[in-house]
T-cell receptor, first 113, second 112 residues
């Protein structure tokens, strides 16, 4: 357990479904991130929330919608996804005022059928 | 734009056979270089942070080094449990939130 908890661990959804991924941290971090990890590709930054404000949306399609209600929780709402969206979705958190890397969750393995 | 390239893509070693992984980077104002280990189906696990050229960090059989253009992860006398994907990432000093840019990783397999 890293201190960053993601649920669910696995998700299978049809292209017309709506689902949400959840991320929770109680490390006192004030920035949270969504990354997408596809096979044989580098981790792709999707969204960044700094002090609960979205500061980056890395050209992500609108079928992905993030939400950060407070500094401990982050959601990724999914709707009308495509099969190519199947991937491991990773949440991470960090402290903005300290040099250092991120703490990652275990990820949600998403399969779009 | 920041770039990180890791080599080789995959590395197979016999137990006890030492080797090195490479991470070449281009970044505007390096704030830090990070090494992570990722096991299948799990999130990346933090290993090291290096901040300036010449710096070295060690942990068990792993040693990370940094120059102005690249970093090496040296693995001494590896064991099968060292098998994993090793990720390198750079953090530039220009963003307020400390954006990390990752390489594609090196898949390490250590055979008994």
């Amino acid at each position: 357990e890293t201190g960053v908890t993601q649920t669910p661990r696995h998700l299978v959804m049809g292209m017309t479904n709506k689902k949400s991924l959840k991320c929770e941290q109680h490390l006192g971090h004030n920035a949270m991130y969504w990354y997408k990890q596809s096979a044989k590709k580098p981790l792709e930054l999707m969204f960044v929330y700094s002090l609960e404000e979205r500061v980056e949306n890395n050209s992500v399609p609108s079928r992905f919608s993030p939400e950060c209600p407070n500094s401990s929780h982050l959601f990724l709402h999914l709707h009308t996804l495509q099969p190519e969206d199947s991937a491991l979705y990773l949440c991470a958190s960090s402290r903005l005022d300290r040099a250092g890397g991120y703490t990652f969750g275990s990820g949600t393995r998403l399969t779009v059928v | 734009e920041d770039q990180v390239t890791q080599s080789p893509e995959a590395l197979r070693l016999q137990e006890g056979e030492s080797s090195s992984l490479n991470c070449s980077y281009t970044v505007s104002g390096l704030r830090g270089l990070f090494w992570y280990r990722q096991d299948p189906g799990k999130g990346p696990e933090f290993l090291f942070t290096l901040y300036s050229a010449g710096e070295e960090k060690e942990k068990e059989r792993l040693k990370a080094t940094l120059t102005k253009k690249e970093s090496f992860l040296h693995i001494t006398a590896p064991k099968p449990e060292d098998s994993a994907t090793y990720l390198c990432a750079v953090q530039e000093g220009g963003t307020s939130y400390g954006k990390l840019t990752f390489g594609q990783g090196t898949i390490l397999t250590v055979h008994p």
